[in-house]
């Protein structure tokens, strides 16, 4: 299985972060980010599958982009980080990548789920 997958919980609601822009990007040789596929968390606070099935999972560095101003402003709540940006690094014989966020208005923590 070839996957990258986020949960983004509010921590502050206790509830999933329904609507959150999210993006995916891989680092080019160039140095430049190359978008590869942007999509919002299902009511679930999900985006199940990130990595387009015409995109093959390769070595190199990633990052998803979470667009928590466009969330805060739909919760009418203001919040520190406008964005949140979590880099990985995917190596040889990897396969399947869930980076789960834990958002609150004043910080977050993300780590590598299963």
Known sequence: MTRI???VL?????????????????????????ALHSTQTDGDGRCRELLPASAALS??????????????????VTGLYPSVEVAFEVRA?????????LLS?????????S
């Open 93 to 101: 014989g990897e396969s399947h990548f869930h980076i789960p966020l």
């Open 5 to 7: 997958s986020t949960h």
């Open 59 to 76: 070595e190199g560095f990633y990052h998803l982009v979470f667009d928590t101003r466009t969330y805060y402003a739909s919760q009418r």
């Open 10 to 34: 509010d921590t502050a609601t206790g509830r999933p972060a329904v609507g959150v822009p999210v993006r995916l990007e891989r680092l080019e040789q160039s140095g430049g980010w190359l």
């Open 105 to 113: 208005p004043n910080g977050y923590t993300t780590y590598r789920g």
